[in-house]
């Protein structure tokens, strides 16, 4: 069983950073491919990000390529998502997954969740 518990939300003016943490105990973390999800008032949850167990597959969703950038730290049992160039548009918790075996965008995929953080991006 793995636990996650997400971190660095906040509220922000459009055009600046944020950077959100995802921990993870429980678990092997190098063993699971992790994904950021979000979920804006009103709206289903989305993919944002993915990334495989080293790394060396990523996916982003159409809407947040080139300003965010997702990564791992298998040692530190964390994964990141750098947003960069917030938008209004990008206000919403987020959430961060598990999952195994094969990184992917389908969040029916994921096994374990954490509880969300929120981004709120002002005009």
């Known amino acids: 069983q793995v636990q996650l518990v997400e971190s660095g939300g906040g509220l922000v003016q459009a055009g600046v950073s944020l950077r959100l943490s995802c921990a993870a105990s429980?678990?092997?973390?190098?063993?699971?491919?992790m994904g950021w999800f979000r979920q804006a008032p009103g709206k289903e949850r989305d993919f944002v990000a993915a990334i495989s167990q080293s790394a060396d597959t990523r996916y982003y969703a159409d809407s947040v390529k080139g300003r965010f950038t997702i990564s791992r730290d298998n040692a530190k049992n964390t994964v990141y998502l750098q947003m960069d160039s917030l938008k209004p548009e990008d206000t919403a918790v987020y959430y961060c997954?598990?999952?195994?075996?094969?990184?992917?965008?389908?969040?029916?995929?994921?096994?374990?969740w954490g509880q969300g953080t929120q981004v709120t991006v002002s005009s």
């Open positions: 429980g678990g092997t973390f190098s063993t699971y491919a």
């Open positions: 997954a598990a999952k195994f075996w094969i990184v992917s965008n389908r969040q029916r995929e994921y096994s374990y």
